[in-house]
């Protein structure tokens, strides 16, 4: 996009020395249309609300999962339409990526292959997942193409991490409406050789003991709004 057409922020990440000994920065770049930035304003501004700050959901999802975590971790976020890829290396967000495959096209295609209505093939997703009943085969069989696609894309993007810094991600936190499907977690484990982790934002925070079931259920879809919500209580 046109450098007009976007609002930048930017933040010094790292210091390194690189071959020959010179001393480089790596600096964070984040880029954000416009028209989504006038978006949100009038949003708050419908609603009364005071805007404090906008920012990708990469930092937010970072802020509520990682903690003290120095590691390089890999945060996959498969929400309804979009899945994000973010890698944090140091407790810091060092790239994010993201793409159209997610839990409406899972569904969508599952009501095609089936002949059902999306509604029930949703609920045909959030019971089987990738771990299908007896006789519930094909269902694996459409899902499981689409899935493939995801981890490939996220193997590409965790090479292609490594290539450049030396630093290998071997530890991944899923998040988003579907991480909690039945199989997903043990699915993206087996085949990205990865510790996989679900999502659990609330982890962090206290709250009265007899939420924790629902918590912990629901908390994989939250983890942007939590990491939100840390923003000014966290440094």
Known sequence: MPIEDVTLDWSVVGRRTVEGGADVLDVLLVAIPNEIVARYVKI?????????????????????????????????????SSTDITIVDEGTVRIAHNFDIAGIRLSGTLARSLQVTYSRADTIKQESGLKPRAGE??????????????????????????????????RLILSGGSARLPGFAEYFAEKLGFNVTIANPFGSLLYPPLLDKKLKIIGPSYGVTVGMAMRHFVQ
Do not use: H, M
């Open 137 to 170: 085969k094909n269902i694996i069989d459409i899902i499981t193409p689409l899935v493939d696609l995801i981890i490939a894309e996220i193997s590409r993007f965790v090479a292609d991490y490594a290539a450049k810094t030396n630093r290998k991600v071997a």
């Open 44 to 80: 708050a501004q419908t609603a009364g609300l005071e805007l404090r700050a906008l920012e990708s959901e990469s930092f937010g999802l970072a802020r509520a999962l990682i903690g003290l975590d120095k590691s390089p971790l890999c945060l996959v976020d498969v929400g309804a």
